[in-house]
């Protein structure tokens, strides 16, 4: 069966610090893969997403990047945060096949 | 541009009744619409899709309606337990890309 792993689970960071969190698929090949973000009480919003090893689309300008670097691996990056990254982030994966989103269990960012 | 609305405002019902979370759309022609399930501090989890030829779909005491004339669709929980008490999002595919747009939600409170 698929299942998807995100971690940190929760991660504090000041200002300024670098950011990555990674995300890994199991039990299925070529997903399709997000990054959102939930801030306190609010919608997701759509970060990045990927259909491919090396193929990124960016939703939202901002100081985060993405990288996917193997088939069942996504990484969401930040050279300086910014207390406005603070929030929820959530990876999630589905396929052509498969069009109901799965999410990882998210990770609670607080930039203090 | 694409909107999706919930009602913001939190439902509360008495258990064993049925309840019914709205989702209304402007601006899109969504091919489905996707209901998901949200506890706090955790991922969103799926529940159902609906397609724009179906008009209702039923899963054990879930109901979802879809009516894309009135650009609405429904979610009904029949015999509703304390255990249903969640957050409940909608969420539809952009027009382009067909990346899924989710709702703020509606948060559900079952009391016994």
């Known amino acids: 069966s698929q299942t998807i792993h995100q971690w940190p689970a929760t991660l504090v960071q000041p200002v300024g610090s670098p950011l990555s969190l990674e995300c890994t698929v199991e039990g299925t090949s070529n997903p399709n893969l997000y990054w959102y973000r939930q801030a306190a009480g609010r919608g997701l919003q759509l970060l990045f997403y990927s259909v491919g090893i090396g193929q990124i689309s960016s939703e939202v300008p901002q100081n985060l990047s993405a990288s996917r670097p193997q088939d069942r691996q996504f990484i969401l990056s930040s050279k300086k945060l910014l207390l406005s990254d603070s929030g929820f982030y959530l990876c999630?994966?589905?396929?052509?096949?498969?069009?109901?989103?799965?999410f990882g269990s998210g990770t609670r960012l607080t930039v203090v | 541009s694409q909107k999706i609305e919930q009602n913001s405002e939190a439902l509360n019902i008495q258990e064993g009744k049925t309840a019914t979370l709205t989702c209304n759309y402007t601006?899109?022609?969504?091919?489905?619409l996707q209901w998901y399930r949200q506890d706090p501090g955790r991922g969103p989890v799926f529940l159902l899709l609906?397609?724009?030829?179906?008009k209702e779909k039923r899963k054990e005491r879930l109901k979802v309606t879809f009516d894309t004339t009135l650009k609405q669709s429904l979610f009904h929980i029949t015999a509703s337990q304390p255990a249903d008490s969640a957050t409940y999002l909608c969420?539809?595919?952009?027009?382009?890309?067909?990346?899924?747009?989710f709702g703020q939600g509606t948060e559900l409170s079952v009391k016994p």
């Open positions: 969420a539809l595919p952009r027009n382009q890309g067909g990346k899924l747009i």
């Open positions: 609906i397609r724009e030829n179906e």
């Open positions: 999630a994966w589905n396929s052509d096949r498969v069009y109901g989103y799965t």
């Open positions: 601006n899109y022609s969504p091919a489905y």
